[in-house]
């Protein structure tokens, strides 16, 4: 069964500070693999997917998370964060024959002044 | 196009009084899902439909039922409410198997308190 861990809960961040929220996935399978932001009282919004090609991948809003097969991991970076990135953010899998996603338990992403 | 729509988006219940939580997508969408959110627990998935006429178990089914009325419409019903029920639920949708897109895009959720 597939399963997604992110390490953090809560990530305190000075503005302009880059930030990496950590998340490893286990997956007997090959899999896609997905970030979603979630603003205070608001739906989950697609930050960035890897499904193939480039281990990078960049996402909307300054984000790009690096795919590292050996290590299972999918971790989300951005080098200079804004009190408007304030949000929890979720990390999330998917493998080749299903259409379902599994989510991590979320971090909460805290951008002080 | 307003993506994914859910009603109500706030509601109170009291403990065995039912209700009928309202998803609606306007992409043409062939799967949609409805998740449950709880502090810590990110989201987990209630139920689920592949298409027209399919409605599968997720994660935590106990306590719902759901319909997929047609392609754009995927209610989720609580028969009788309980306390463990209270949470915000997100419906979502995407394009399904096959057709190379694997995004889900979300509503705007459905705060239910059940006291």
């Known amino acids: 069964a597939q399963s997604v861990t992110q390490l953090d809960s809560q990530v305190p961040v000075f503005e302009e500070a880059p930030v990496e929220l950590r998340c490893n996935y286990s997956?007997?399978?090959?899999?896609?693999l997905f970030w979603y932001v979630q603003y205070p009282n608001q739906g989950l919004q697609l930050l960035l997917k890897?499904?193939?090609?480039?281990?990078l991948v960049k996402g909307i809003n300054g984000f790009e998370a690096e795919f590292n097969k050996s290590q299972t991991s999918f971790h989300l970076r951005k080098p200079s964060v804004h009190i408007s990135d304030t949000a929890e953010y979720f990390c999330?899998?998917?493998?080749?024959?299903?259409?379902?996603?599994?989510f991590g338990t979320g971090t909460r992403l805290q951008v002080f002044p | 196009n307003a993506g994914v729509t859910q009603t109500p988006k706030f509601q109170v219940l009291k403990t065995g009084q039912s209700m009928t939580l309202q998803c609606a997508q306007d992409?043409?969408?062939?799967?949609m899902y409805w998740y449950r959110q709880d502090p810590g627990m990110g989201l987990r998935l209630i139920y689920y439909?592949?298409?027209?006429?399919?409605?599968d178990k997720g994660e935590v089914p106990n306590g719902y039922n759901v319909s997929r009325l047609n392609k754009r419409e995927f209610s989720l019903r609580l028969e009788s409410a309980a306390p463990s029920q209270t949470s915000v639920y997100f419906c979502?949708?995407?394009?399904?198997?096959?057709?190379?897109?694997?995004?889900?895009?979300f509503g705007p959720g459905t705060r239910l308190t059940v006291t």
């Open positions: 979502a949708s995407s394009a399904g198997r096959g057709t190379g897109s694997y995004e889900q895009y």
């Open positions: 997956s007997s399978v090959s899999v896609y």
């Open positions: 890897y499904l193939s090609g480039s281990t």
């Open positions: 999330a899998v998917s493998d080749y024959n299903t259409d379902k996603l599994i």
């Open positions: 992409m043409n969408h062939n799967s």
């Open positions: 439909s592949a298409s027209e006429g399919t409605t």
